[in-house]
């Protein structure tokens, strides 16, 4: 039995998993493509700066804002904001994918199937937010042909007409191609740590105002109470509350599940009210009072949702993957990364004591460890990928090369992804780690 159960596993793996991970990298990189057209759009159509770079061909930098101002301005900002959001989107789904992924192979040891679930997300993280640079490094910037004069190129045969990306590269020049690359980078480096800040920490917070006000406060009327509290509800349960703890979509309508209790092992009959939730009772008068206190503590923490340590430390990898790969392109971007970090490290304790539930302490070999194999990985992929957009993305002498020497500095990239992530998953079977007592 225990074999035909593996063996379905592996089927399933085969015929569901696979397909499952190809489709989310698929949909996630076809997500990111059509934003970046959009930012292309923006710029060179609606922005006019393809007409401004053949005017005055000296030209390496443009955006909207030189014709539009401050709404062109505003609108290439909405654009990057676009871009970190659908990122924070995929990333939830590539967690989720990722641990039904392992609980699918069904590890024996609780090591390997956390181990293997945070090593799938981050192939998954990698590979999608990777994707698409790469396509725009490797298959956009790149000089394939030798230079020229393409200002009557004939773009109807391209999927968005003179909008679409590839057509524009047959009519900008290396540098200004390159512009738009690190342009690219504005979104990951300098605008999507601040809305993870946000996303992690204010909004969780304000939804617990509101959803306090909502359940303590009315106003009369029947009809706005339903409505505000909805709303209010809503924003609790996507930003604050597990879930399955306050009844999920259901908490919208019923509101506050925890109404009325009675301390069974107190000496007074007295009830928890909804209003009392989160505010210090006065005048204890007996023990009773204390039990009460402590059950409205420990409902509090229940419905919040867990503080996982692991997640902060996928951040941290992924802030990696990002310095190491594309540092060198946007190096004022750096600056900004690191301060977001720094500012984050201050807010997540902010998220300890207030958003999140207090953890149970546990053992930090999976956190060392992977973090280790993440780093010798990464520092392998990161000599590769460097020395692929050197030979490829920054070489202007690119297209006086031979097809097969263009085919040998573009193969780099062949070997990257797959070798890393094989390092990932391949280590724990080569080399179990080891405990401070000397236990693996």
Known sequence: KAHQAASSRGKILLLLAVPLEMVFLLSATFSLYM??????????????????????????????SMRH??????????????????V????????????????????????DRQFSKETLFLCLQVIQRCGLMGTIGFAFVPQ??????AKDFDCSGFLFGEADMFCLQRQLTLQQRQSIFQKSMMGPFVIAPFIEILVKVLLPIIAMRLDRCARSRKCGCRCSDCFVDGIAH??????????????????IWRGWPFKDLKLAASNSSRSISDDEEGDTLQGKEESGEELQQLAIDAIRQMVKRPFVAMEEAKEIKMTSVWLMFFGAIMPIGVFFTMFARALEGQFDLVKLLEVCRRPMPEPDLLVHYGQETFNIALLLAAVDWNVALSLVS?????????TESQYVASALLFVLWPAFCLFLMVRPFVQRPVGKNGAA
């Open 35 to 64: 934003l970046a057209q959009l930012v292309v759009y923006i710029v060179y159509v609606w922005g006019d700066c393809l007409e401004i770079f053949r005017e005055d061909a000296s030209l390496d930098e443009c955006d909207a």
């Open 69 to 86: 101002g401050f709404v062109g301005f505003t609108a290439s900002l909405g654009a990057d904001i676009a871009i970190a959001i659908v």
């Open 88 to 111: 924070a989107i995929y990333s939830e789904i590539a967690n989720a994918v990722a641990a039904w992924v392992t609980d699918l192979r069904n590890p024996e040891l609780e090591f």
């Open 144 to 149: 394939w042909n030798p230079p020229w004069d």
């Open 234 to 251: 809503l924003l609790g349960i996507l930003f604050y509350f597990d879930c399955p703890k306050v009844g999920c979509i259901c908490y």
């Open 394 to 402: 920054y070489n202007e002498r690119l297209w006086e090369w031979s």
